[in-house]
């Protein structure tokens, strides 16, 4: 069973920064998409940034020149970041880690979400 365990997340004041991590656990096979969501209270899960095959990045407008996806595949483990920079209030929620996995057998893209890591934005 593939497990993501993400960390990182905390308070910080108004511009300054936060690296969230998420860490795969168990038999991942072909992980060709990590990406970050992110839910705010009272609204729904929102696309934050994405990173396909290690090297092609995609971020919402709103965090677009702030925030850095990064990832990593190391044997049967893959990881994916997220630094931060510049960080608003706006920025406060839950953040979500997902993954792809492509099972070799069937082709087939097995999705994976993380627990969350709360990220407040606030004097």
């Known amino acids: 069973q593939v497990q993501l365990v993400e960390s990182g997340g905390g308070l910080v004041k108004p511009g300054q920064s936060l690296r969230l991590s998420c860490v795969t656990s168990?038999?991942?096979?072909?992980?060709?998409?990590m990406a970050w969501y992110r839910q705010a209270p009272g609204k729904q899960r929102e696309f934050v940034a994405t990173?396909?095959?290690?090297?092609?990045?995609?971020?919402t407008s709103d965090v677009k020149g702030r925030f850095t996806i990064s990832s990593d595949t190391a044997g049967s483990e893959a990881s994916v970041y997220l630094q931060m920079n510049r960080l608003k209030p706006e920025d406060t929620a839950v953040y979500f880690c997902?993954?792809?996995?492509?099972?070799?057998?069937?082709?087939?893209?097995?999705?994976?979400w993380g627990q969350g890591t709360q990220v407040t934005v606030s004097l």
């Open positions: 997902y993954a792809g996995d492509r099972r070799r057998m069937s082709g087939t893209v097995v999705e994976y």
């Open positions: 168990g038999n991942i096979e072909d992980v060709i998409t």
């Open positions: 990173i396909t095959h290690g090297i092609i990045a995609n971020y």
